[in-house]
């Protein structure tokens, strides 16, 4: 019997970046495995996990941003995938939203996962590429590691992802011709490069930041601050945002993995 142990990580803001590229990453390989699926359904074809595991090695040679995450993650989602299908069918099961859907990614193998205890409170993981990452011990693992799944729990702030993938987000242009293809975006008036996901994905970032740091409603320019403690947090905590959306580059993908990360270990 498997048991489940969540602790919250403690991740540098280098890995906190590379995990938002890994959930990402997997986002990107449900969506895009799950279309296939069902084109050929439409052709009344069949694919399945083995093909598109084989197709998913063959694209990290062309694209650098699937080769810099650890492959297992991204396989794991295809096995994901596939077990939903089955159980669900082709047309019921959902797409990962960037906006909507909590990033997750899984490290399936537990022997590649290495725990060392560092005080009674704090303990560390070696993860695949991540490296070694801190966490709090408020539990005992109780058993061998059998796998790790990250994913992130905090706030959520509501986008509206309208032609966040027709708009370029360099020169803010917005052409739906700067789209030519599922994977490939190219602005037609500046001639900015990205991938598609990624390029939308940093429009959404950057709207989601903008909202963050909006005055409430009701609340004039300038008022005066409110006495109290939790006020004064309240605009130390604003202020901080609004620096950061202005000095902090854009990153690759929506998800903020600096804001409450877990992983969960099976035991």
């Known amino acids: 019997m498997l048991i489940g142990r969540k602790y ?6 280098g890995q906190a970046e590379f995990a938002e590229r890994i959930g990402g990453a997997c986002r990107s390989v449900w969506n895009t495995a799950l279309e296939q699926r069902r084109a050929y359904r ?6 399945g996990y083995h093909e598109q595991a084989r197709q998913l090695a063959e694209a990290k040679g062309e694209f650098a941003w699937l080769a810099e995450v650890p492959g297992h993650c991204l396989q794991q989602t295809l096995i994901d995938l596939n077990q939903a299908c089955s159980r669900h069918g082709t047309w019921r099961v959902r797409w990962k939203s960037k906006a909507r859907t909590r990033p997750s990614f899984r490290f399936p193998e537990g022997a590649k996962i290495a725990i060392e205890r560092l005080n009674r409170r704090w303990a560390r993981a070696k993860l695949p590429k991540l490296g070694w990452v801190r966490f ?3 539990r005992p693992l109780g058993g061998t590691v059998k796998n790790a799944t ?4 905090g706030c959520v702030i509501t ?7 027709q708009t370029c987000n360099v020169c803010t242009v917005v052409d739906r011709k700067s ?5 490939v975006f190219r602005c037609t008036l500046c001639g900015h490069t990205d991938h598609a996901d990624v390029n939308a ?6 709207a989601g930041r903008a909202e963050f740091v909006q005055p409430r409603p009701g609340v004039r320019a300038g008022a005066r601050k409110p006495r109290n403690g939790v006020g004064r947090k309240a605009n130390r905590q604003a202020t901080a945002a609004q620096a950061t959306a202005q000095t902090e580059p854009d990153l690759a ?15």
């Open 8 to 13: 919250r990580l403690d991740l540098t803001s």
């Open 253 to 267: 993908e929506i998800p903020d993995f600096s804001r409450g990360e877990h992983f969960k270990i099976p035991a």
């Open 136 to 138: 709090r011990i408020t």
């Open 159 to 165: 986008v509206n992802p309208a032609y966040t993938s």
């Open 150 to 153: 990250v994913s992130r729990d």
């Open 201 to 206: 994905a940093k429009n959404i970032l950057t």
């Open 42 to 47: 439409r052709r009344e074809a069949w694919i």
């Open 179 to 183: 789209r030519g293809s599922q994977a």
